[in-house]
């Protein structure tokens, strides 16, 4: 009788398991198998925990993160091409090489991945938006862009972030 209260117990978790999986958000589900095979190279400071949140963030959707700690995060920035306006406290680079500066969606920066705009440098979201990924503040949002690098040093807006649910 013990077995069978086991078993019942065992496949009880397992119906949970698939129910909770059935209600994930739409935009994690539909990421986390592409974003399975993306790698990114991430440079930060070693005592930044906003930037160790946003590693998580994305590493729960799928990416997987290789964590640099440079003794000049400025000169590795400037070396990627990213202009002081843009920057932020941490910058990801993918293995083609695209830069991901800033506490970038990884739901945004699957897509971007999907399908680059040509010349594209990659994403930025300069400064440290509060709500966006790795910078949760309890309910606190505030909107803000995402921002299309070139690689001839031009920008435009690649994307709006107006609610905090647009981000997962």
Not at 88 to 116: D, M, Q, R
Request: hydrophobic share 40%; net charge negative.
């Amino acid at each position: 009788m013990k077995q069978f209260s086991l078993l019942l117990s065992f496949i009880c978790l397992l119906a949970l398991g698939q129910h909770a999986v059935a209600e994930e958000s739409p935009a994690v589900a539909q990421a986390t198998p592409a974003a399975n095979a993306i790698q990114l190279d991430v440079f930060k400071s070693p005592t930044c925990g906003c930037c160790t949140a946003w590693i998580e963030h994305v590493e729960e959707r799928g990416f997987t993160a290789t964590v640099n700690h440079p003794a000049d995060l400025a000169q590795v920035k400037k070396e990627l091409g990213i202009a002081p306006e843009f920057q932020s406290c941490h910058t990801g680079v993918s293995k083609e090489g695209y830069v991901f500066e800033g506490h970038i969606p990884a739901n945004i920066v699957l897509k971007f991945l999907n399908s680059p705009p040509k010349d594209a440098l990659g994403l930025a979201v300069p400064g440290m938006p509060m709500g966006s990924p790795g910078m949760e503040v309890g309910d606190r949002f505030s909107t803000y862009e995402v921002i299309l690098l070139k690689k001839d040093g031009s920008s435009e807006v690649y994307a709006k972030v107006e609610t905090a649910k647009e981000q997962y």
